[in-house]
């Protein structure tokens, strides 16, 4: 098993930046990429970014394109979402995860409310 935790979320301004981090324990040999998920209220969960741990590539929705950025500190088994001209509609839980083949999913953190006020 996987242990994820983030933390770093709390309460922003609009045009304001936070860094979440994810630190991962557990069986880390079986990730072979992390990534950044969101929830918002009344809304579906939403892929934002992943990055293959040992290749640092990176692919990011069209959504967070350019405002987002992931990066991972293999030493620390971390992994973190740097947000900036963070906009009201970014609010809600944000989740990281690991997945064993970049595409599926299966480790989950406990998430973390950003809430960004206008």
């Known amino acids: 098993q996987m242990q994820l935790v983030e933390s770093g979320g709390g309460l922003v301004q609009a045009g304001g930046s936070l860094r979440l981090s994810c630190a991962a324990s557990g069986r880390t040999s079986s990730r072979y990429a992390m990534g950044w998920f969101r929830q918002a209220p009344g809304k579906e969960r939403e892929f934002l970014t992943r990055i293959i741990w040992s290749l640092g590539s990176t692919y990011y929705a069209d959504s967070v394109k350019g405002r987002f950025t992931i990066s991972r500190d293999n030493a620390k088994n971390t992994v973190y979402l740097q947000m900036n001209s963070l906009k009201p509609e970014d609010t809600a839980v944000y989740y990281c995860?690991?997945?064993?083949?970049?595409?599926?999913?299966?480790?989950w953190g406990q998430g973390t409310q950003v809430t960004v006020s206008s």
């Open positions: 995860a690991a997945s064993p083949d970049g595409s599926t999913f299966n480790y």
